[in-house]
């Protein structure tokens, strides 16, 4: 059991450029969240997906930011014309039917 | 709509000493609680959950926390702390129903000798 994988470990874009951060989940577990983490506002949700279906985006920037889950081995979560502000560490995790979370290390977006 | 609150963003302590990180909780219902814990350059790991039953509930490395209704609390607890405990840690709320969790700002601990 690899846990769950996220790719790549470092990422930097320059201002207006895209980003597209991957996650492949525990094989076997129904769920997978996205979060944002940063020194200034913590944790942060924002987004869920059940048997690969969105369920709640609650905390997606609405315009530049998109989650998908095309199959039960991955997620991506892209941004769109990246900005300083969307500099953070994006956490990954997944959970199974006893809803304890698995974390991943981690994508640390730089954005110049 | 429900909160977590660590009042401590940092705490010292002495090797061997004993600790307690606070957790509050803003939630009407009947929530499920967990602590995790962020050590260096590591990924969140879960060191011990609630969801209902005995309030004191035991999790890895000595580590037990205690729920209280009353109080809307969930403090962490350790009777002797070591040096390799020095990491962040985040108490969560997550309610009956409802797969998102919310999350402490986290509690820095150093640990010194």
């Known amino acids: 059991n690899a846990g769950v994988i996220q790719t790549p470990r470092h990422k930097v874009t320059g201002k207006g450029q895209e980003a597209t951060l991957w996650c492949e989940p525990i094989?076997?577990?129904?769920?997978v969240f996205w979060y944002r983490q940063t020194i200034v506002q913590g944790l942060e949700f924002l987004t869920y997906f059940r048997n690969q279906a969105p369920i709640d985006d609650s905390g997606m920037p609405k315009e530049r930011f998109s989650a998908q889950m095309p199959n039960q081995s991955h997620s991506t979560l892209k941004i769109q014309s990246t900005q300083p502000q969307d500099s953070a560490v994006y956490l990954c995790a997944s959970s199974s039917f006893d809803e304890r979370l698995f974390f991943g290390h981690g994508t640390k977006l730089s954005v110049l | 709509a429900q909160s977590v609150t660590q009042p401590d963003a940092r705490v010292t302590v002495s090797e061997g000493a004993s600790l307690q990180l606070r957790c509050k909780y803003s939630y009407s219902g009947t929530p499920y609680l967990f602590w995790y814990v962020q050590y260096p350059r590591q990924g969140l790991q879960l060191l011990l959950k609630y969801y209902s039953g005995d309030p004191v509930v035991q999790g890895v490395n000595g580590f037990e926390a205690e729920f209280s209704k009353s109080n809307s609390s969930f403090h962490l607890r350790k009777a002797s702390v070591h040096w390799s405990d020095s990491a962040v840690y985040f108490c969560v709320l997550r309610r009956a129903g409802n797969y998102k969790y919310v999350f402490g700002a986290g509690t820095r601990l150093k640990v010194i000798a």
């Open positions: 094989s076997g577990h129904s769920a």
